[in-house]
């Protein structure tokens, strides 16, 4: 229960951090490339059974 809340939470957070509004534009992709990697070690985490 707690992985399939966490995992949804970073998609969510995935998608928030998509630079594609204009004053985030300048960022790059820095920030969902962050949260990408966040997100890929929970989805291993949960698959493995630790979370």
């Known amino acids: 229960m707690l ?3 966490l995992l949804v939470i970073l998609i969510l ?3 928030g951090a998509f630079p ?3 004053y985030s534009r300048s ?3 820095a ?3 962050t949260i ?3 997100l890929i070690i929970v ?5 493995m059974g630790t979370i």
């Open 20 to 22: 594609a509004w204009p």
């Open 43 to 47: 989805l291993v985490l949960v698959l």
């Open 31 to 33: 920030p969902s490339g």
């Open 13 to 15: 957070v995935l998608v």
């Open 36 to 38: 990408g990697i966040v």
């Open 27 to 29: 960022w790059g992709y």
């Open 3 to 5: 992985g399939t809340l």
